[in-house]
């Protein structure tokens, strides 16, 4: 080695060790994508998480549902004011519009006494050590403090009226000395979280003949606060340690410092959708991710804890006798989440065993884009299209106009125009809705509805060779860099003609101002290409599908073939109507129940 050689490489090692200083910040603060945090997310943002069963999605935000559109199946429950409802869903929904009704008891209202959450031995109202009187039990018990966690106390506090929570857990407070405890009696809790009550979580005896610590608790107000400049401000106002966020525990109490995460820490699991999971909640039968992840690839079902699992991991340890004294209501909230309304879509009926035009793409099958139809405008056919269910087609603002509706027919399930197949379907159309802000000069929602006409006598659209393709309701169901597929019957790049529909795989493409300075709006828009430009779509795919599969092979989507300069050129990806960012839009025309897939 030359001494030109060793200074290069003394030059190298200064620098990278230098590189290495500048990215030795907490680990915590490169697990949070800032941007995110500015939308204030927190656990009623349907965009990021599922809401409860007692609650729908609308415009972005969990709203209560009403108590009658709950399942009625179940249990009555009674709640703290004295009314008895037919359900706990009842019950929480109700509570959802009027917070000061929360949980009691699991059956009728006349069982027993009230149940009641009390501070003991604090020098305030929003600490000390907790006391819980169950309904059966006549007394006030102790809460054993090796059940405690921040999740548990959060609850307590909200029981109490801390809506913001628990400030911190494990805070020794001093029993006066004349009063007899008995420390070997204390009850065991487990909580999801996401409870109101800590009537709603699941208390267990243990007997022991060993000495328990108390669980205690301060809640949060805003004189306690400890505000450092290490701390991470949650969407409540409350401040946590920096390096419990993306951990996948709720310290917030709103959840709000895990729905930002680019990573999460050692215990969590991070979706797809920037959101922390807790590990446990992976493959434990109950979709927690909205993109479906963390119960795919589940080798077995494993099944959540349930009360025989939560006695026998207690049973160790020298317990005596285990007394499970609650039921467990998150496993009636599971329950009722089966029993609610799912829509049928974005899954093909039955995959044919024969397997083998877009810019450089494949003829597809009959049955493969079972969502994918063909517009006919008088003799030709002009565009894409996708059906999405009911009598609903979704296209291109820029294929339709809505006084040529008497012209259009609707071929769905078709392959090859020339020599149609038998499975084949035409419809007419009744109406197209063209959405109001679309901009011709800037393609700009370019988005468009059709509704199609019934047959003569019959009630529905009756497309049996067609499977809608679902409509996504979040922007974070799909990334950059995600494989989707484009199909149509549009021209090949020498301008060819073609006939029989083609498809091919595309990346979806972040950053596309790159490629289109001052005419791609994020919000609006979606590029998708490869890197050598060879797929792509051109003239006549418009108004058809982008769509992708999340993980567990349902198909949405994504976005409609609206625009691009050329075709096939790799310095100009495929543009497309991001359809995420109309969802409420065509909701509020097709209707609610025909689209949402959760939280109807
Ligand atoms: C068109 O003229 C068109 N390469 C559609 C898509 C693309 C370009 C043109 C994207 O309908």
Known sequence: MNPAHLLLLLLYLHLSSCERIFTSRPPQE?????????????????????????????????????????????????????????????????????????????????????????????????????????????????????????????????????????????????IPGNLHINRTECLHVRCRGVETSLAECTFIKRRTNTFQGLADVVCYTQDADSLTNQSFQCVNGKHIPQEKVCNGVDECGDQSDELCCTGCQKNAFLCKSGVCIPNQYKCNGEVDCITGEDESDCKEARHPQNHEGLARSNQREGTEEIEILTPNMDAERRRIKSLLPKVSCGVKRNTHSRRKRVVGGKPADVGDYPWQVAIKDGERITCGGIYIGGCWVLTAAHCVRPSRAPHYQIWTALLDWLTPNAELRVRRV???????????????????????????????????????????????????????????????????????????????????????????????????????????????????????????????????????????????????????????????????????????
């Open 30 to 174: 490169d697990l949070v994508d800032r941007k995110c945090l500015l939308n204030k997310y927190t656990l009623r943002s349907c965009n990021k998480v599922f809401c409860q069963p007692w609650q729908k999605c609308v415009d972005g935000t969990c709203v209560c549902k009403l108590p009658y559109q709950c399942p009625k199946n179940g249990t009555p429950v009674c709640a703290t004011n004295g009314k008895q409802f037919p359900t706990y869903c009842h019950q929480k929904s109700f509570e959802c519009l009027n917070p000061e009704t929360k949980f009691s008891n699991n059956g009728t209202c006349t069982d027993g006494g009230k149940f009641n959450v009390s501070l003991s031995y604090g020098s305030t109202d929003a600490e000390g050590i907790v006391q819980v009187k169950l309904v059966d039990q006549d007394e006030k018990m102790f809460i054993c403090k090796r059940s405690w966690s921040i999740k548990e106390a959060n609850v307590a506090c909200f029981d109490l009226g801390f809506q913001q929570g628990a400030l911190v857990i494990r805070r020794p407070f001093n």
């Open 430 to 600: 009744s109406r197209v809705i063209v959405h109001e802000n679309y901009n011709g000069a800037t393609y700009q929602n370019d988005i468009a509805l059709i509704e199609m006409k019934k047959l003569q006598g019959k009630r529905e659209c009756e497309l049996l060779n067609s499977v809608p393709a679902c409509v996504p309701w979040s922007p974070y169901l799909f990334q950059p860099n995600e494989k989707c597929i484009i199909s149509g019957w549009g021209r090949e790049k020498d301008n060819q003609k073609v006939y029989s529909l083609r498809w091919g795989k595309v990346n979806l493409i972040g950053n596309c101002s790159q490629f289109y300075p001052d005419r791609y709006y994020e919000k609006e828009m979606q590029c998708a290409g490869t890197d050598d430009g060879s797929i792509d779509a051109c003239k006549g795919d418009s108004g058809g599908p982008l769509v992708c599969m999340d993980a567990n092979n349902v198909t949405y989507v994504w976005g409609i073939v609206s625009w691009g300069e050329n075709c096939g050129k790799p310095e100009f990806p495929g543009v497309y109507t991001r359809v995420a960012n109309y969802f409420d839009w065509i909701s509020n025309h097709v209707g609610r129940s025909l689209i949402s897939q959760h939280n109807v």
